[in-house]
């Protein structure tokens, strides 16, 4: 993977610009705060998103990548003021669950989410790498 960064352009604080990578796509379907069970952890955004980033990892996970295979991530928020004021928080558990920065993110407010408690829904796309050939 290579993050990509143009010219004299500072680099962005917790996004990239752009990512170029090859190898196998994956591509993560919306995930929210709920657990395996499907009940939302809490009503609580920063608790929630924590939550859906696991419940993203796991999938990751279970394709047999990693979070630093993550190239694009689109986080969809019912509150932007709420977002804004729990940064800190949610910050603090993306470094705990996925750990690096160089994903290309945009972040949406929307009216509402499919399920009704949701504050929050993260979507991402993955490049796996690929298997070396068996020699």
Sequence with gaps: MRVILPNGWPRPKGYANGVA???EMLFI???IGWDEKGELVSDDFA???RQALKNLAAVLHAAGGKPEHIVRMTWYVTDKREYLASAQEVGRAFR???GSYNAAMTAVEVTA???DR???EIE???V???SPSPT
């Design 47 to 49: 608790v929630q998103a």
């Design 29 to 31: 379907a919306g995930m």
């Design 21 to 23: 990578a090859r190898g």
């Design 128 to 130: 796996l790498p690929d």
């Design 96 to 98: 705990e669950i996925i």
């Design 124 to 126: 991402a796309t993955a």
């Design 113 to 115: 989410l499919m399920e």
């Design 118 to 120: 949701a504050k929050v």
